[in-house]
């Protein structure tokens, strides 16, 4: 009876003697940084794999519309400014329609999907590539 009435005496004693902040922390604090790092190196690998992407596409898209040299870079740089802005896959894709279409160039939506695909699958291998150099 006497040992029960104690036991958080004897809690208190331990914990007294750990240092602050050190109580079984470390372990943890250490995986936590682990997987902090991992998920800020899998964030900067994904934007820089989509910049690319969209790099691709818009130089592949200046193509088809017949654009090259600064006319083409400008273009592309366009592009870009709309991820920036904030611009998802489906508003880059939408104004790709809608420039191809200003100029005659029939191109369905699924196939600027498909050529995402394609070149999200490229510029994946390219960041890759340099991220192993």
Known sequence: MHYCGNRL???????SIIPKGYAMTGAFEDREKSIEARWAHDEDLRFRTVSRR??????WAAAQLGLSGAAAESYVNELLALEVRGARDKDISHKLSEDLAGRQISVSEHVIHRKMEELLAQAAEQVMHETKS
């Open 54 to 59: 969209n790099r691709l596409l818009g130089m």
């Open 9 to 15: 005496g004897i809690w208190q004693q331990v914990l």
